[in-house]
């Protein structure tokens, strides 16, 4: 019987080199490692973006959301307004109420 292990958030990227060839550990889109992902990898946190490197980057302004495992920033729609965290690390968004003016993410 064969064992496998699975490591959540990576995957095996071929690299070539004149002397060999191996596979290198890379972070799926979404997630988040740890020391060069010799450790599990997480989802990408709330407010923050991680595109497949070994970092995670905060959202941007408030015209833009990340949610939990965001592997680019998701645009704020019109008659939305932004929320969560700061001006650089928003999360999530909500409908602006009746009466109320919100653009570019904010309310």
Do not use: M, W
């Not at 970092?55 to 019109?78: A, I």
């Amino acid at each position: 019987s064969r064992t496998f292990t699975l490591i959540v958030g990576l995957v095996l990227v071929a690299r070539n080199s004149a002397r060999t060839a191996h596979k290198e550990p890379v972070p799926l889109l979404g997630y988040s490692c740890k020391n060069n992902a010799q450790r599990p990898c997480d989802l990408c946190e709330e407010g923050y973006y991680c595109d497949g490197k070994y970092s995670k980057h905060r959202c941007g302004g408030p015209d833009v959301f990340c949610p939990l495992g965001s592997y680019k920033p998701t645009l704020v729609e019109r008659g939305y307004y932004s929320i969560g965290g700061n001006n650089e690390t928003r999360f999530g968004k909500n409908i602006c109420s009746p009466g109320s003016f919100c653009i570019n993410g904010v309310k």
